[in-house]
């Protein structure tokens, strides 16, 4: 390689590394303020429903953003995206360390969400545009597994922080991890990919987008308070129908509905995504409640056992994204996919008496299921589209993750509101929580079977697990250096 060849060539171990920061990072942020909220709560003196929106402002601004920054990333340019989205989140966590109040704090939580979506809705597409065909399966399994890597860490390394240093130590490390990802990807990331460029920019379907979505989470969020709660997730849904409408009929939409239509292979995997988050989102929060108030542990003694499912994800992601580099993808991830539903079909027995050993077993059982199924699946989604529409196909993936989570925690409301009556988890209420976990374990559980039909469905395609037939990745380009 020319010495001008190699300054301006792309490192995929430092691409990687960046992405994987990134991926570890936002999840990292997410469980961590998790465990801050009553610090938060007690400097401020935020009500509960105050330091809800701490969390539901996040997630709400990432939904609402991450399908427009998909189609921008395709229109402007992935790289200059993803470095945007780091700053924003860098700035805000920085912001938030020095929060004056409660409704500071919520707000600059949206400012955080915003430049997640950004970099959500890019990851994934870099990794793909930068790697090879033959290669791509375990470098999506790697960041997969930083993911869960983030998740497992953020209640360990967050409560130590929050305890020793206090709520805002959590966001003042958002500035040096958020300042190495962003130079560092400056430094490596040379290239760029705007396949859409000059293609206008849809603003009716993302606000259509935007509006249905914040009245999807509204309404889901408070199903338990009233009839008005009810009205708003109907008029999300009504919303989500409108958005679709308008899609089909827009030359340049921020959503191709075309794409869905004749490509089944996409449809069928974003769909088995959505089935899959849907169906195990909620497994955590029930077995939390389980092991705190029917087995009696405390909070940091629940903590370790449930760490179990996130750590077999982290450790077994990478050696399943190789394994869809070696075998067909999509059927390593329908296999993933029946391993979900078998291990939410034995958690549905779970009863007073279940051994501890048993429902680690159970969790260690679902990491693994949902390590096969996740990267996999993602290798599919993005392999099976052109390359101009990869920022999309990314937004649209880490769409169908998010509204899985608020599918199942609106599940998880509903069985609540019908068998538990409104009422806290206590001694006395115990037999209706245990009704109520197991009639939303066998829920979670048919969702999955769901979601395997909907695997075996695309494996009937013929562009099925053949990604380099699509969007077409040189093993060796001048560009990048192994």
């Known amino acids: 390689m020319a ?37 938060i709560g007690r400097e401020f003196g935020a009500s509960a429903m105050q330091l809800g929106l701490v969390v539901t402002s996040y997630v709400l601004s990432a939904s609402i953003f991450l399908l427009a920054m998909g189609r921008l990333a395709d229109l402007y340019g992935r790289r200059r995206i993803f470095q945007t989205g780091i700053a924003v989140f860098t700035i805000a966590g920085g912001l938030i360390s020095q929060a ?55 209640p360990f390394i967050g409560g130590a922080l929050v305890a020793a240093l206090g709520w805002r130590s959590l966001f003042y490390l958002c500035v040096p991890l958020g300042a190495a990802v962003f130079f560092i990807s400056r430094a490596k990331i040379r290239d760029e990919w705007a396949e859409a460029k000059g293609e206008p920019f849809d603003w009716l379907g993302s606000l259509l987008y935007a509006g249905a ?34 899609e089909a009929r827009t030359r340049y939409p921020i959503l191709d509905i075309a794409l869905l239509r004749s490509n089944k292979v996409f449809a069928f995997s974003n769909l088995a995504a959505l089935l899959n988050y849907a169906a195990t989102f909620g497994v955590t929060f029930f077995l939390s409640l389980y092991l705190q108030y029917v087995k009696g542990m405390s909070p940091s003694a629940a903590g370790s056992v449930l760490i179990i499912q996130p750590v077999a994800q982290t450790l077994l992601s ?12 999509a059927r390593v991830a329908t296999v993933g996919m029946t391993l979900c539903a078998i291990g939410l079909g034995l ?94 374990l066998l829920a979670f559980c048919a969702l999955c079977v769901l979601g395997i039909f909907c695997s075996f469905g695309r494996l009937r395609e013929k562009a099925t697990d053949a990604p380099e037939e699509t969007v077409q990745v040189p093993a060796e380009s001048p560009n990048v250096e192994p």
């Open 100 to 154: 004056w109040s409660i409704e500071s704090v919520i707000a600059l939580r949206f400012m955080q969400g915003m430049g997640g979506s950004m970099v959500m809705a890019t990851t994934v597409a870099i990794v793909v545009s930068i790697f090879p065909p033959r290669e791509r399966g375990k470098a999506l399994g790697i960041s997969v597994a930083s993911v869960y890597a983030g998740i497992s860490c953020g």
């Open 347 to 440: 958690a549905t027995g779970i009863s007073e008496t279940t051994p501890l050993s048993v429902i680690m077993a159970i969790l260690a059982f679902l990491g693994m299921g949902f390590a096969l199924f996740s990267s996999p699946n993602t290798s599919v989604i993005m392999g099976s589209v052109e390359p101009r529409q990869l920022g999309v196909a990314s937004g649209l993936n880490s769409t169908m993750r998010t509204l899985g989570m608020l599918s199942s925690m609106t599940i998880i409301t509903v069985i609540f509101s019908f068998l538990m009556g409104g009422h806290a988890v206590t001694t006395a209420t115990l037999p209706a929580f245990l009704q109520s976990m197991h009639a939303a």
């Open 213 to 246: 979505i914040l009245l999807l989470i509204s309404g889901a969020s408070n199903l338990d308070r009233g009839v008005w709660a009810g009205v708003l997730l109907a008029g999300g849904l009504v919303g989500i129908f409108l958005f679709l409408a308008v």
């Open 318 to 329: 990478p050696a399943c994204g190789r394994l869809a580099d070696r075998f067909p993808a």
């Open 3 to 39: 010495p001008n060849q190699e300054k301006a060539a792309i490192s995929r171990t430092a691409v990687l590394f960046v992405v994987c920061t990134a991926h570890f990072l936002m999840p990292f942020m997410m469980s961590a303020v998790g465990i801050a909220l009553p610090s």
